[in-house]
């Protein structure tokens, strides 16, 4: 099942403007955002939650100095533990500008806005952007 999502109103730049947006919550691939501008983001699941932007999920990252949707690295010595794999059970629309997830730990503070998403588009061309 994928759920489709209302687009926001014309008030935001294009570029932040999602034409279409799946959500393939059964299949737990991820989300796939075309937007208005003809870009297209494909966010997986695990960078999404890991990308998490509510304020306790940046402090950790602060702390760690981990960017946005940076898995979060081992401790020194520490043996990888067992970790379910990051997948929403529920996804949900916040107003017309962003979604909500509720993740599968538990995990639901995090409001994805659509320039957050566009802003942390995980594809090679916007990598390369943000890393200059
Ligand atoms: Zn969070
Ligand atoms: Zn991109």
Do not use: Q
């Not at 034409?19 to 999404?48: C, M, N, P, Q």
Request: with cysteine; proline share 10%; charged share 25%.
């Amino acid at each position: 099942m994928s759920a489709s999502l209302p687009t926001p109103l014309e008030t935001t730049a294009l570029k932040n403007d999602p034409k279409s947006v799946k959500i393939d919550i059964t299949g737990g691939t991820g989300v796939e955002i075309v937007w208005k501008d003809g870009h297209r983001s494909a966010y997986s699941f695990v960078y999404l939650r890991d990308a998490c932007p509510c304020a306790l999920c940046d402090d950790e990252r602060d702390k760690a100095s981990r960017a946005p949707g940076e898995p979060p690295a081992l401790a020194p010595g520490a043996l990888p533990m067992f970790k379910a794999k990051a997948r929403p059970t529920h996804a949900e629309p916040v107003g017309r500008y962003a979604i909500r997830f509720v993740w599968n730990d538990g995990h639901e503070l995090g409001i994805y806005s659509w320039p957050f998403l566009r802003e942390h588009c995980p594809c090679d061309v916007c990598r390369a952007a943000r890393a200059k």
